[in-house]
């Protein structure tokens, strides 16, 4: 293989250009019409998660399934494709203080994410596995342990 075909290659895992593009467009449309007021997708509730770019400082709006957590608070599952966590993980974890979501037709809300460990996150996994076993399904086909946080109003 030639030096230029190597360039050319991506790392096993990694988005090529139209994966990326497809994503944006879809997230933006997911977006779209959760502001509408239309919040599920494949029979799961989506809110959005507005976090702030790690490296980049800037805005960033992600489309998540989410699942209840008693009043004022929501679970999301950080399953990035199965190989890693997702870059709202890694945002919301690096500025934590600058999260909000946003409800099917409601304003954003400034939240509090909590990651959960142990006794925690197994009570809640069992939750979210019981309400979508597609995850769970999702979840046994990975070598890692998908983060579970819990978003708390502020």
Known sequence: MTQKQQAGK?????PGAFSRWMQHTMNARM?????????SFMGMDVLVLHTVGSRSGQPRETPLAWFADGTDS????????GSRHPDWHDNLMAQPGRAAVELPGRDAVPV????????DRAQAWQ????????IAKYQSKSDR????VRLTKR
């Open 10 to 14: 991506r790392r096993p895992g990694t």
């Open 31 to 39: 977006n779209r019409k959760v502001r509408r007021g239309q919040g």
């Open 74 to 81: 929501w679970l999301v599952v950080a399953s990035g494709g």
């Open 112 to 119: 509090a994410p909590h990651r959960l460990d142990g006794a």
């Open 127 to 134: 939750r979210i596995a019981a309400a979508q076993p597609r």
């Open 145 to 148: 342990e998908y983060p579970v």
